[in-house]
Nanobody, 114 residues
Framework: QVRLVESGGGLVQAGGSLRLSCAAS????????MAWFRQAPGKEREFVAQ????????RYADSVKGRFTISRDYAKNTVYLQMNNLNPEDTAVYYC???????WGQGTQVTVSS
């Protein structure tokens, strides 16, 4: 059974940083494109960042461009989302996904205080 488990969320002040992790178990996802989405209270889930299959291409939502970085560690079977200069509008539950195969994690809460 494939599982994606996010971690690293928490409460941080505006201007601070967090690094989210998404660990895959059950099978390796080496070679799969991966992405992060987020969902704020009362809003629809939205795209945040994407990493290509071989890791040489990334794409970001305009709202996080220049502040967030998506990366992966093949040896650890883990995808990361480094989030810098956070602001209250980044408050949301963050989900990682192997969207090609339809696998989603359970989410991790990020709360940014002003």
């Amino acid at each position: 059974q494939v599982r994606l488990v996010e971690s690293g969320g928490g409460l941080v002040q505006a201007g601070g940083s967090l690094r989210l992790s998404c660990a895959a178990s059950g099978r390796t996802f080496i070679g799969n494109a991966m992405a992060w989405f987020r969902q704020a209270p009362g809003k629809e889930r939205e795209f945040v960042a994407q990493l290509s299959r071989n890791g040489d291409s990334t794409r970001y939502a305009d709202s996080v461009k220049g502040r967030f970085t998506i990366s992966r560690d093949y040896a650890k079977n883990t995808v990361y989302l480094q989030m810098n200069n956070l602001n209250p509008e980044d408050t949301a539950v963050y989900y990682c996904t192997d969207y090609v195969n339809g696998y989603w994690g359970q989410g991790t809460q990020v709360t940014v205080s002003s």
